[in-house]
């Protein structure tokens, strides 16, 4: 299959006319699947009822069938059709953060989204994308469109449309090309559904920015201790690893390299995950600044963008520095464990 590209100004706004959001529109109503930028990273979109679109979600990305789609809508005004009730907390939050990178789980209506979407649950997650390309391109669509990031399953999740073609081309219908993403990391996933709310994935918002507007939230257990089946099934599988074993490491950057030097002297190549103001500190094979750590976003913009360019080089062993666990270090810290394989030195 060809890929098409279409790329577009990141400030499409409702007013102009653009042709590619429509001909992008047209194949999602036709039942493919298109790549698209949010403000997160890059989803691959389908139309959320069809099971022959979703099932080609599924197909080029080599994911679990058991893993369900987050469903993305262009407008508040479509979520009342999708799911049986937005109770008084999931309202609030609404207000406070859509449109924007946080994901609420509702009871789902039926007969609404093929069950391929919400792998049989009887639950589905539901956001409104800050991006004005995603925005247009689904109102354009009028459709609920479930869109998964837009990576080879297992792989770092895209933020440019590079990316989304060095794991997709020829797999998928098109993509709507729009730069680079903002945020770098995934939405935040809280399930409303139970009396006091559970985030079931760390991500652009953080659990303090919920909790300054709902009160207190739990975090799903199996995150915090890694023990149990997560409550999102996603959150079970391999994620985000770079090809070299990734691992992390606590304290300062005279104690990083020391244990780099060693791994060297033994004929190893290393590669170290860096930052603005620790990369001169650094001798290795490959050392890769990954934001500033005085401005927590920079990394978090940055950090899969990083994963994947230590693959150029060839690499045995990558070590990364660690951040701390607060606002967007929440969601940092979990895609880098992640990515290690809950790995440390
Ligand atoms: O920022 C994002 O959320 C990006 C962009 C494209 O919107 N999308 C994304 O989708 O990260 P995906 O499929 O890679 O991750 C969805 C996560 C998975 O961990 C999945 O298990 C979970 O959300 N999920 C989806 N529906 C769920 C449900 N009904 N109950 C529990 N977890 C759910
Ligand atoms: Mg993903």
Redesign the pocket.
């Known amino acids: 299959m060809k890929t098409i590209k279409w790329i577009v100004d990141k400030h499409v706004n409702e007013q102009m006319d653009y042709p590619h959001i429509s001909q992008a529109a047209e194949f999602l109503n036709n039942n493919e699947v298109v790549a698209f930028p949010?403000e997160?990273?890059?989803?691959l979109g389908a139309n959320a009822g069809s099971t022959e679109a979703v099932a080609k979600i599924f197909e080029a990305k080599g994911r679990p069938s058991d893993?369900?789609?987050?469903v993305?809508i262009g407008d508040r005004a479509q979520l009342p059709a999708l799911v049986k009730q937005i109770n008084e907390k999931a309202e609030k939050l609404i207000e406070a953060f859509w449109p924007g990178?946080l994901?609420i789980?509702f009871e789902k209506k039926e007969g609404v989204f093929s069950d391929k979407v919400?792998a049989g649950?009887n639950?589905?997650?539901i956001?409104l994308?800050d991006h004005p390309v995603a925005m247009a391109l689904i109102k354009e669509a009028n459709l609920p469109i479930a869109?998964?990031?837009a990576n080879r399953s297992g792989r770092p999740?895209p933020t440019t449309a590079k990316h989304v073609l060095d794991d997709l081309d020829g797999k998928i219908a098109g993509i709507v090309d729009g730069g680079a993403t903002g945020v770098g990391v995934?939405?935040t996933?809280i399930?409303c559904t139970a009396e006091t709310p559970v985030i079931?994935?760390p991500?652009g918002v953080s659990k303090e920015e919920i909790e300054s507007i709902i009160g207190p939230v739990e975090i799903d257990a199996a995150l915090l201790n890694g023990e149990g089946a997560p409550?999102?099934?996603?959150?079970k599988y391999t994620h985000y690893a770079p090809d070299a074993p990734l691992y992390l490491m606590e304290g300062s950057p005279g104690k990083i390299q020391s244990l780099v030097d060693d791994k060297r002297k033994e004929g190893l190549k290393v590669g170290i995950l860096a930052t603005e103001e620790s990369k001169g500190n650094y001798s290795a094979d490959v050392v890769i600044p990954c934001g500033s750590r005085k401005d927590l976003p920079t990394v978090a913009q940055s950090l899969y963008d990083v994963l994947r360019a230590f693959n150029e080089a060839d690499l045995d062993m990558i070590v990364s520095e660690v951040f701390p666990r607060d606002g967007i270090g929440t969601a940092i810290m979990n895609r880098l464990e992640k990515a290690a394989g809950h790995r440390w030195l």
């Open positions: 949010s997160t990273v890059y989803g893993n369900p789609l987050i993305h990178p994901t789980i919400t649950l639950t589905v997650g956001r994308p869109a998964p990031s999740s995934e939405s996933v399930d079931l994935r991500g409550k999102s099934p996603g959150m």
